[in-house]
């Protein structure tokens, strides 16, 4: 790969014309050792505030050299591209290999991929918070990350983002986000960011809330605890202080609340309960989801399970899934199981774990023209108080 350098994107960090967060690099573990130039501090440029930043997929900020200067390792926006300089930077690939460049001020180019140095190639272990195998730079030589002693570490565990669940309980839903929280043997906190929502409450936009302590629910369209003969899904509201347990006890989260609101997007992030919630450092990469439209649950049940929604609302189709769940009909009465409930419970304004014919009624409603709105187009359509902004 060629680089041109571009001199005004390379000086010192009191001048770079982007903000980083506070470094989240352990004071008693900042050091890396250069074979040519001596010791690394990975924490102290500006007094921490422009020291390295280690998120779940890649870096930012500056390494500091007594003898090379400062190194940049990312200005915040990565993943990079490293295509060019203006989007080069350090990467963390999934399985925790390093990728990408960082651009020391005196030194050039310092590359972090050494995968053809493995098992020694630079790479950031997650499970522990440490850096470890070897960096390479053209006129440096070899950056040691793997010393006993000497390592660079991370104050708290960088939670893996939550990922989408596999099947229908992926699909996207009315008044739902789904996913599977992940970090098994950790106590971690989820926060969900009300990243985009649709007039006339986008004033929330921005706002962040938590999940709170999950509960199983009864797949029964009547019925909230463990019915027999009914398979149980597990379910929470927000609320707005973080909840701290092994999130991986639950394969697959379903989150509603007065918050979840149709044609919405979301980002759902983790966050390992020992690490300071107030920085951003510390968070998971995002997992994007998104809300469908009003009434939209799905494409047609033709297919097992009924295909995924796909922007409009009909009543063979949505108003028929719906009605289908409230009557609890299973095969051979319907050639699919009826949806999952996550699906077709569109209300009341926080919903309630339970399909009933107010449910079928809305789904109708909104085939028939009303939204989801404070200011209904029709003097039939239903008034939604719409998001609390997290209580």
């Keep these: 790969m060629k680089l041109i350098v571009c ?9 770079v014309g982007f903000v980083l967060l506070s470094s989240n690099i352990d004071p008693a573990h900042k050091f890396s050792w250069d074979e040519n130039s001596g010791w690394m501090n990975w924490l102290d440029a500006d007094g921490g505030a422009s020291g390295v930043v280690v998120a779940s ?17 990312g200005n915040g926006g990565g993943p ?42 630079a790479r950031f272990d997650s499970v522990i918070g440490r ?42 839903k009315v008044r739902y986000i789904s996913m599977v929280p992940g970090n098994a043997g950790y106590q971690t906190a989820l926060r969900v960011t009300l990243t985009t929502l649709p007039a006339p409450f986008d004033g929330l936009n921005g706002t962040k809330c938590w999940v709170g302590e999950p509960q ?29 347990m092994d999130w991986s006890t639950v394969e697959v989260l379903h989150v509603t609340d007065d918050d979840i609101i149709p044609s ?28 469908s439209a009003w009434g939209d649950l799905v494409r047609n049940c033709t297919t097992c399970p009924c295909g995924a929604p796909d922007g409009t609302v009909g009543v063979p189709t949505d108003v028929t899934a719906a009605l289908d769940k409230f009557k609890n009909l299973r095969p051979p009465s ?18 309630d774990w339970l399909v009933n014919i107010s449910d079928v009624t809305f789904v109708l409603d909104a085939f028939r023209g009303c939204t989801f709105s404070n200011s209904p187009p029709f003097p039939f359509c239903f008034v939604w108080a719409g998001p609390g902004g997290c209580p």
């Excluded at 997929?57 to 390792?73: A, K, T």
């Excluded at 399985?95 to 310092?110: K, S, T």
């Excluded at 919630?277 to 998104?290: D, H, K, Q």
């Design 7 to 15: 001199l005004k994107l390379l000086i010192g960090p009191v001048a």
């Design 57 to 73: 997929d890649h870096l930012s900020g500056y390494i500091w050299s007594e003898n090379n200067g400062w190194i940049n390792v």
């Design 80 to 121: 990079y591209a490293n295509a060019d300089d203006t989007n080069f930077g350090v990467n963390i690939k999934g399985d925790g290999d390093l990728e990408g460049f960082g651009w020391g001020e005196n030194i050039g180019w310092v590359n972090f991929d050494t995968s053809s140095v493995a098992p020694d190639q």
């Design 131 to 172: 850096f470890r195998g070897f960096a390479w730079g053209e006129n440096g030589g070899w950056i040691n990350l793997d010393d006993t002693t000497h390592f660079v570490a991370t104050e708290c565990p960088i939670a893996d983002p939550p990922t989408k669940p596999p099947g229908e309980a992926g699909y996207e």
């Design 216 to 244: 199983q629910v009864s797949e029964n369209s009547g019925k909230i605890a463990h019915e027999p003969g009914w398979p149980d899904f597990m379910s929470a509201n927000l609320q707005g202080s973080p909840h701290c």
């Design 264 to 291: 919405a997007v979301y980002d759902a992030q983790a966050i390992d309960c020992e690490c300071d919630f107030e920085s951003e450092a510390n968070y998971s990469a995002p997992l994007t989801i998104t809300t």
């Design 334 to 351: 319907i050639p699919c199981e009826a949806v999952m409930k996550a699906r077709a419970d569109v209300e009341p304004n926080l919903p």
